[in-house]
């Protein structure tokens, strides 16, 4: 039945902020931008290597997102990266912060998390 997983939508308070993050710091690509007048919003969709990964909204005025404690719900979005201090030393040069690199224990794999704008935690996962 299933196939793949199309894209994650993630809902932004500042638009231009997290417009910026996405594209510029993290380096996806803009497929589309559209301006919903009726909604009063942005819609963004983005890709990673080609692939359609990220639809960005804006809304006027959305509640904020519970991250800490970690509450039930989609708790982050996980990207593969080849080489993890490189993926790390990028992002610092760009202003965002990573916490402690950890080891998966099961795996053996070594992580870091960070945070977009609206402090939704992001993972670096290193391949």
């Known amino acids: 039945m299933l196939k793949s997983v199309h894209h994650l939508a993630i809902i932004c308070s500042d638009y231009r902020q997290s417009k910026d993050f996405y594209t510029r710091v993290l380096g996806l690509e803009v497929l589309q931008e559209i301006y919903r007048a009726e909604r009063r919003s942005w819609k963004l969709d983005l890709a990673l290597n080609g692939l359609y990964v990220i639809e960005l909204f804006s809304f006027p005025d959305p509640p904020a997102r519970v991250s800490r404690p970690e509450a039930a719900g989609l708790r982050h979005l996980a990207f593969a990266v080849e080489n993890l ?12 912060i990573c916490e402690p690199v950890r080891t998966d224990e099961h795996t053996g794999k070594r992580f870091t998390f960070f945070e977009d704008p609206d402090k939704l935690p992001l993972e670096l996962y290193e391949i």
């Open 85 to 96: 201090d490189a993926s790390i030393a990028e992002l610092k040069q760009k202003g965002v």
